[in-house]
């Protein structure tokens, strides 16, 4: 019974903060709107719609970096967001170099292409169908062979593999991360004093493909490579209480 109730309770409870964010963002208060959507999160209740109101809330009030990462975990969520997509355009057309996101690995470009439209549960789902079908058509044949059958169930079993494929690069995909400042040093080593290799501005979306202390080595969408301070850099996922978010706020209050 308490565990009913405290359900209920926590539902109406994220009910009452999304309709306060919405009402507060339809008022035009987006600092309101920010602060309840922001505590949401930080209540870990991550879904899209979330997400995505967040990210307008913050491209209202400027914060282009913000928005660029909530509407990226928006995606993430749910890649078929076309709003959160045509949004998530609009704002990177808005930072000052424009840059695309990093690509994924080699063989996500060349053989999974087109699954940039699937959810990992999708991919899932998919996988358990083909899978059980191959192997259900295969023993059928047992009792009723027919000619196609082990052909259906060869290629029914290979996409089962390929749907396997594109569930672990979802389950397991390169850490994004958006910069959130302007003229941000990436450096050929850790150290202050090392050469800065090349800069990045608001709202740029890097691949981090190695840590170490406070330092993160970041890819860009054209490849390049270095070392930056983590503290300039907004996570997207998992979101870590929105930490640069919160940070805005505090400048304003």
Do not use: C
């Amino acid at each position: 019974m308490n565990i009913v109730m405290s359900f209920i309770l926590g539902a109406a409870a994220f009910s009452t903060t999304y309709d306060d964010g919405m009402l507060a963002y339809s008022n035009e208060n987006f600092l309101e709107s920010v602060e309840r959507f922001e505590e949401l999160v930080y209540n870990r209740v991550y879904e899209p719609e979330v997400f995505y109101n967040l990210g307008n809330a913050y491209y209202r009030r400027g914060y282009l970096a913000p928005a660029i990462a909530n509407y990226e975990r928006a995606l993430m969520l749910d890649p078929g967001l076309g709003i959160a997509r045509e949004n998530l355009r609009r704002t990177v057309v808005r930072t000052d170099q424009g840059l695309p996101r990093p690509a994924g690995s080699g063989v996500e470009q060349a053989v999974y292409f087109w699954h940039d439209g699937l959810t990992k549960s999708a991919s899932m789902t998919l996988t358990f169908l083909f899978w059980i079908a191959g192997w259900s058509i295969l023993a059928l044949r047992v009792w009723k062979s027919k000619p196609y059958m082990r052909r259906v169930a060869a290629v029914s079993l290979l996409l089962a593999v390929l749907f396997m494929g594109s569930w672990v690069l979802k389950a397991n995909p390169p850490e994004l991360a958006v910069a959130n400042g302007n003229k941000i040093p990436v450096r050929y080593g850790m150290e202050p004093s090392d050469t800065v290799r090349f800069e990045l501005f608001e709202g740029d979306r890097v691949h981090i493909d190695e840590r170490i202390g406070d330092w993160i080595r970041v890819v860009t969408a054209d490849g390049e490579r270095g070392w930056a301070r983590e503290e300039y850099f907004i996570a997207v996922w998992p979101p870590y209480g929105a930490y640069g978010s919160r940070m805005l706020i505090g400048e304003d209050g």
